[in-house]
Structures are given as structure tokens and as C-alpha cells.
């Protein structure tokens, strides 16, 4: 594995400045360029969880960028009615991060993929079902918005990660979207977890990491290994 470094990043999504938190291998500068993953919090608005996810992923040679969604609508947490309210600014932010990320320079703009827990997961699947660039999504315990059926264009390879007892978003959010996929004939995987709840005890998140570094490396490969 490669040492990492961290750094914050800036961009604008309307008038509003957003962070970004990178998470690169330390060499990426002098290599060639990297699959990126966008990852993004659920309703609590917490990246602390996430760090360790961004740092072992960098660390398998992907820059992982952590975003800071709720700076667009200055959301410290977000109830039932705010995501109803927000959700779309929140879209829009998620389009101009991918805008921005695709730019960086060490950034392979063709393998950049979403990584999202629960309201991070329906947000980076409603972005997938309308933006080419997102190549790949790793979703926990999130689902397809219904919305998404008037505006669904495309669909990507997914890795739908749940817990059968979750009483937050309910399982059956993972078999919609498992049912979406194979009628598109769209890759995907699946893991439903017995027992687990709305987030994930230690060796489940074990197994739900390995996972995800498979999927991604499986669909972002690199073209010329």
C-alpha cells in the first residue's frame, strides 16, 4: 500500500464555496493518472466515519475526495423535510464536484466512481442515473430515488451494500434497486448483511471495505495493466 497525503480543496456549486477533503497516494503526481472516488455522508453529516475508507482506498492507488454537500445549503444535519427541500441542490452539487474532480490533474476522468452512505447513497445513485462520467457506484444502505423513474437515462455497475434489519431505509431499498439493474441488464452486486441495522458493527465494515476495493478495482480498471 502507498503512503497517502491529505489536503482540502475548494470549489463553487452556485455562489456557495464547498469543501472537499483529498485523500491521495503520495506518488500520484508523478504517475499516471488515477481512478477517482467521490464519497459522500448520510443525513448526519458526518465524514469522521468515512476517513478511514478514504484513507485505505488511497492508499490502493485511488484519490478519494470526501464531499462536503450540506455546505451548499448550510445543513448541519438533515431531517425528512429538509432532504425533500434540498435534495436537488444537493444533485446539482454532486454534478459540479464531479466537474471539478475530473479536472484535477491526477485525476483519469474516464474511472471516476460514487461512493455514498444512506442519503449519500440515493443522492450518487440518482446522479448516476443521469450523468455519464460516474462509471462505477458502491452504495450503503441507500436505494434509487423513485423520483429517478421520469429522469433515469442510464444505469452503471453497483454494489449495493444493506443490512437486512435496517430500520432507517429498509432492505427492500436493495432489492428494488437489485430488480432495477437486472431489467436493464446492468452489472451489479450484492450483499445483504442478517442482522445489521442502519450502519454496520466492525467486522461486517471489514467485509463491506474489501468488497468495495474489489468492486472498484474490478470496474475502474486500469486500461493499461
Not at 124 to 147: C, H, N, Q, T, Y
Not at 217 to 223: A, G, I, T
Amino acid at each position: 500500500m502507498s503512503p497517502i497525503t491529505q489536503s482540502s480543496l475548494l470549489f463553487h456549486s452556485g455562489t456557495k464555496p464547498i469543501r472537499l477533503d483529498a485523500y491521495l497516494p503520495e506518488s500520484s503526481e508523478r504517475e499516471r493518472p488515477l481512478p477517482a472516488v467521490i464519497a459522500l455522508y448520510g443525513a448526519g453529516g458526518n465524514v469522521s466515519g468515512m476517513e478511514r475508507y478514504a484513507s485505505t482506498l488511497a492508499a490502493q492507488g485511488f484519490a478519494v475526495y470526501l464531499l462536503h454537500y450540506f455546505d451548499r445549503t448550510g445543513t448541519a444535519s438533515a431531517d425528512k423535510p429538509t432532504i425533500l427541500r434540498n435534495f436537488p441542490l444537493w444533485m446539482k452539487t454532486l454534478w459540479d464536484a464531479i466537474s471539478f474532480v475530473e479536472a484535477q490533474p491526477q485525476v483519469d476522468r474516464e474511472r471516476i466512481a460514487l461512493l455514498g452512505f444512506s442519503l449519500g447513497a440515493y443522492l450518487s445513485l440518482a446522479i448516476s442515473a443521469l450523468d455519464p462520467r460516474v462509471k462505477v457506484v458502491v452504495e450503503f444502505f441507500g436505494g434509487m430515488p423513485k423520483e429517478m423513474k421520469l429522469f433515469m437515462r442510464r444505469l452503471c455497475p453497483v454494489l449495493i451494500l444493506h443490512g437486512e434489519a435496517d430500520p432507517i431505509v429498509p432492505v427492500e431499498e436493495a432489492h428494488h434497486l437489485q430488480k432495477l439493474l437486472e431489467k436493464k441488464g446492468i452489472p451489479y452486486e450484492i450483499k445483504i448483511y442478517p442482522g445489521a441495522g442502519h450502519g454496520f458493527e466492525a467486522e461486517t465494515w471489514r467485509d463491506a471495505g474489501s468488497r468495495s476495493l474489489e468492486f472498484l478495482q474490478k470496474y475502474l480498471p486500469d486500461p493499461k495493466s
